[in-house]
């Protein structure tokens, strides 16, 4: 066996030798025959420490080092096409550095969007993330019609910025054109800066493309106007409840309890009225809210925004229910344990009151559109007339946060001109009217001043009777 001279070795490092470079004939047996080892074709002795020639050209790569992250020994086996072997060499020394030193050189990922953003929802719903089916349906929906057809087929670490700015551009230009709404499509937006987020982190990319991308301006977009506020106005709900009595009475006990506590459909809908789950206690006139409905026969044990709580409600709304559940017909709808079932027993679906609230519109002459959610605006407004304190309210209907539950108040303009008149009543401004204004030299004399309380302004309040209805309470 031939060995190595020892003036062929120059020491660098105290741990690196480079050996110098020796022609073809110094490593490889005479009679010129390849060996397989690690699964390649190489030649059987080394061109440098770790550094063999492959039959088919370039060479393999072969070391150890200790992982510092995990203090363990750790192989490195790669292959180096082209350059000579001192380049090769210095590949597996900064190989051998980078383990020493915890650094993790990973492979260029080629994961296409389309496949990702799949397993994505698909972990997200077993994680529990994604619970509702409403929320299962919006991610299918958004991702099959909008996401996978612009970005299914490019690689997560091919995809730039650029690609995500001409799609919002031509998102745009659908907005402006009608056929989009831009809270519509900043929706869309929310769903792929997660996607994207989500593989930036996984897969340990170098950037982040849709860091810095905008929401679409919806600035001159208005879901609600002063037109169409979808609630009602204070005097207009005793109207409305009774229109819905008198042609939809089915629906009224759900729609009292709507508009007197603000809760949301989906959570109307799941009530148990009996059973030993129930979500009524009728001797304490306590509404438990614990659940929410959006789809099919799925219930979430949650509201939307994950909380429970109860209710205790005034004996009238608790006699509007008892009337309620006295006129279930006998059948799927008396046998069932739901409060508000539906003719089969099961639940309810989303769209039930759409029609009600329609025609009931129509008959009392309302001139704006109202819909379901009306109830949850609507209740902001009465709380607020009723003088209400604002952590009250945000208890009674499940919201957050202040902000949240002034999104979906309406203050009418009476209010607003009731509130300005107190401020200029205090401010004097009647005086200032007055010929000479005399008394802004001499005073104002105890009591000759018109000044304005909350107790003198019209509060608006209202109350709805429950005249004619006086069920036993033996039937609930």
């Not at 539950?405 to 009217?433: F, N, W």
């Amino acid at each position: 066996m031939r060995s190595w001279p020892a003036h062929a070795v120059v020491s660098f490092v105290s741990d690196v030798q480079v050996r110098l470079h020796r022609t073809l004939e110094d490593i490889m047996e005479k009679n010129g025959k390849w060996i397989m080892r690690w699964r390649y074709a190489i030649a059987p002795k080394p061109v440098k420490p770790g550094v063999w020639r492959r039959k088919e050209g370039g060479f393999l790569v072969r070391g150890r080092a200790v992982d510092r992250r995990t203090g363990k020994l750790r192989a490195i086996l790669k292959t180096v096409d082209g350059g000579s072997a001192s380049e090769a060499y210095r590949f597996l020394q900064e190989e051998v550095e980078k383990v020493r030193g915890g650094e993790v050189r990973g492979e260029m990922v080629r994961i296409r969007f389309g496949e990702y953003a799949a397993s994505l929802f698909e972990r997200k719903v077993t994680k529990g993330k994604i619970r509702s089916a409403k929320t299962r349906e919006k991610w299918e929906s958004v991702l099959r019609l909008h996401l996978l057809p612009a970005f299914g087929d490019h690689f997560l670490d091919g995809i730039r910025r650029a690609d995500f700015e001409a799609w919002l551009e031509a998102m745009g230009r659908r907005v402006r054109s009608g056929d989009y709404s831009p809270v519509t499509v900043n929706n869309w937006l929310d769903i792929l800066r997660v996607v994207i987020t989500s593989a930036v982190a996984e897969h340990e990319l170098p950037r982040n493309p849709i860091a810095g991308i905008e929401d679409i301006d919806t600035s001159t977009h208005f879901t609600y106007s002063e037109e169409q506020p979808n609630s009602l106005l204070v005097e207009e709900v005793p109207l409305f409840l009774g229109g819905i009595r008198r042609l939809y009475p089915q629906h009224f006990g759900m729609v009292a309890l709507g508009f007197a506590t603000g809760l949301r459909p989906s959570s109307l809908r799941p009530l148990r009225r009996r059973g030993h789950e129930a979500d009524v206690r009728w001797e304490e006139g306590v509404v438990l809210v614990r659940r929410s409905h959006t789809r099919h026969d799925e219930v979430m044990e949650a509201t939307k925004q994950k909380t429970r709580y109860r209710i205790t409600l005034p004996d009238d709304l608790m006699a509007i229910l008892r009337w309620h559940v006295d006129r279930l017909p006998p059948g799927p709808m008396r046998d069932s344990e739901l409060l508000f079932p539906s003719e089969t027993g099961g639940f309810r679906s989303a769209s039930a009151l759409d029609k009600p609230f329609r025609e009931v519109g129509e008959a009392i002459n309302l001139r704006k559109r109202i819909t379901p959610r009306a109830m949850r605006r609507t209740f902001q407004d009465l709380a607020r007339n009723a003088d209400i304190e604002t952590v009250v309210r945000q208890k009674i209907c499940g919201h957050a946060t202040q902000e949240m539950s002034d999104l979906y108040s309406t203050v009418p303009q009476k209010e607003i001109q009731a509130a300005v008149g107190a401020v200029i009543s205090l401010a004097k401004y009647r005086e200032l009217l007055r010929d000479g204004a005399s008394w802004c030299e001499s005073g104002v004399k105890a009591g000759e001043t018109e000044t304005a309380t909350r107790e003198s302004l019209p509060s608006g309040r209202f109350s709805v009777g429950v005249e004619g209805i006086e069920p036993s309470a033996s039937t609930v």
